[in-house]
């Protein structure tokens, strides 16, 4: 039973555009979320946070909505750029100490 | 600072053998993740170690899987028998403890079993 869900697995922008990556959940006890960036070959790394006391946060060019009545989040990259191709996990944990559930990745393709 | 060690990074067994891959932590992380991803999948956790103990290991396949933290820093994680649906990434990943830490992941190490 999937709890953390990215429904599209693969995504194409062109360089300097807005690049959105969604990822849904269904835990209504979910209350941090993280976004990891993987290249190939390589382990995840981390990108940016949000908990579940704020509905934005934002490092440079990435931006995380979060909507806990939808139960959806978002990552946001503006703009994006060819470095940005890779895959995009969301990760979500209900509680301090508790395992964080995963979801299935989306590629991003950034054409220059 | 160095990252996350993992090895070996490419592993292929023939079914039934036994297999093990260690993992070197980031200095000073006293939380050691294993997780397993599947091709097209995100990972999914094993085991977690707070320093040596085994905090969660209820995903962990017991009958064939085992894992061992000793002295709470070097981890391995160890198949016997092997079966062809253990093919996949094992991905050894650290943090600080605490409430919510970022975790960082070793390159990984991917396990093809014929």
């Known amino acids: 039973d999937q709890q953390v869900k990215q429904n599209s697995p693969s995504l194409s922008v062109q360089e300097g555009r807005i690049s959105i990556l969604n990822c849904d959940y269904t835990n209504s006890m979910f209350d941090y979320f993280l976004w990891y960036k993987k290249y190939p070959a390589e382990g995840p790394t981390f990108l940016i946070s949000i908990s579940s006391i704020k509905d934005k946060n934002e490092d440079g060019r990435f931006t995380v909505f979060l909507n806990k009545s939808a139960k959806h989040l978002s990552l946001h990259i503006v703009p994006s750029q060819p470095g940005d191709s890779a895959v995009y996990f969301c990760?979500?944990?209900?509680?301090?100490?508790?395992?964080?559930?995963f979801g299935t990745g989306t590629s991003l393709t950034v054409i220059p | 600072e160095a990252g996350v060690v993992q090895s070996p990074r490419y592993k292929i067994i023939e079914k039934k053998q036994p297999v093990a891959f260690w993992c070197n932590p980031i200095?000073?992380?006293?939380?050691l993740y294993w997780y397993l991803q599947n091709l097209g999948q995100g990972p999914e956790l094993l085991i977690r170690?707070?320093?040596?103990?085994?905090?969660?290991d209820s995903q962990l396949p017991k009958d064939r899987f085992s894992a061992e933290r000793l002295k709470g820093v070097d981890s391995t994680l160890k198949i016997q028998p092997a079966e062809l649906g253990d093919s996949a990434v094992y991905l050894c990943?650290?943090?600080?403890?605490?409430?919510?830490?970022?975790?960082?992941f070793g390159p990984g190490t991917r396990l093809t079993v014929l």
């Open positions: 990760a979500a944990s209900a509680g301090p100490g508790n395992q964080f559930y």
């Open positions: 990943a650290s943090s600080h403890s605490g409430r919510y830490n970022e975790q960082f």
């Open positions: 200095s000073g992380h006293n939380t």
């Open positions: 170690y707070e320093n040596e103990e085994a905090v969660d």
